[in-house]
């Protein structure tokens, strides 16, 4: 599955995200069977799933990779880091476990490949819709031959959001407050269930902002480049725009609406 203009992309870089893309849509398809099938859920923490579903996906993408770039590095949700010399592939092998676990059709693959801080091709597939976002710097974002860019909308009133939790929210309850006026202020605030399918979604102007806290860089770092890439913006939710500094902080919107947003989240401090 080509990108339609890669021109400006060397043949090598080409070759990675084809490859990356096979290696998404064979992920999805351990996915898409095993959604249909008993799953053994065992838990990571008080809210966090694991399915072997994450492990036999994390296994498959591993192994691919390490055939066809075996000097990588590679950053897994389940496995951890991998040394490597070259460039570092970062992944969350089932971005939604909680949804995919419960039988809600909402969660993707999210393969990132990185080359010193900078990510240079990222591709999330949502296997239940058959949708496959693939994004090259400096070359776009597209869904299947379309060219996405993010959404025209001016004003956080008429705006659609999503944003998304930690797992440990007793610890962290401060995102609750956001979420309220954010709700006070938008036309709907959603919670999908998968922080790199609210990133795709940002880029293809399906949502018009998105924010969460506490995130890693396998739920992000395919969706920052795709925000990016379809003319958006990335910055830390309150202020600043070091979105690599941890703990993880990430407003992602269509720019139009970035300030105000924020503006509105500021509000509610005392
Ligand atoms: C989670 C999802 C969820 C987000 C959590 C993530 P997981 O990832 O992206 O939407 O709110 O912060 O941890 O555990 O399903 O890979
Ligand atoms: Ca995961
Ligand atoms: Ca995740």
Redesign the pocket.
């Known amino acids: 599955m080509k990108p339609p203009n890669t021109n400006s992309l060397n043949t090598g870089m080409t070759q990675r995200l084809e490859f990356t893309v096979e290696v998404a849509l064979g992920a999805g398809r351990i996915l898409r069977d095993g959604y249909d099938q008993q799953k053994t859920i065992s838990l990571k923490g008080r809210r966090?799933?694991l399915t072997e579903f994450?492990l036999r996906s994390e296994e498959f993408i591993i192994q691919r990779i390490q055939e066809r770039y075996p000097t990588d590095g590679i950053l897994a949700?389940e496995g951890g880091e991998i040394g490597g010399e070259g460039g570092r592939w970062v992944i969350?092998p089932?971005?939604?476990?909680?949804?995919f676990a419960h039988g809600i059709p909402f969660?993707v693959v999210s393969i990132a490949y990185m080359e010193g801080t900078e990510t240079l091709l990222g591709v999330i597939l949502d296997p239940m819709r058959d949708e496959c976002f693939r994004a090259a710097r400096g070359n776009g974002v597209w869904l299947g031959h379309h060219h996405l860019h993010v959404s025209p909308t001016k004003s956080v009133e008429n705006s659609v959001l999503a944003t998304?939790?930690?797992?440990d929210i007793e610890h962290n309850p401060n995102n609750l407050t956001r979420y309220s006026l954010a709700s006070m202020q938008a036309r709907a605030v959603r919670?999908?269930?998968?922080?790199?399918l609210?990133l795709a979604y940002v880029a293809a102007g399906r949502l018009d902002g998105y924010w969460?806290m506490?995130?890693?860089p396998?739920?992000w770092a395919a969706g920052i480049l795709m925000v990016q890439e379809a003319g958006g913006r990335v910055s830390r939710v309150d202020n600043g725009d070091n979105i690599y500094q941890e703990p993880a902080s990430l407003l992602a919107s269509n720019n139009f609406i970035h300030q105000e947003l924020q503006q509105i989240f500021r509000s509610g401090k005392r």
């Open positions: 966090d799933l994450d949700e969350d089932l971005d939604g476990t909680t949804n969660f998304g939790f930690p797992h919670r999908l269930g998968s922080a790199a609210h969460e506490d995130l890693f396998w739920d």
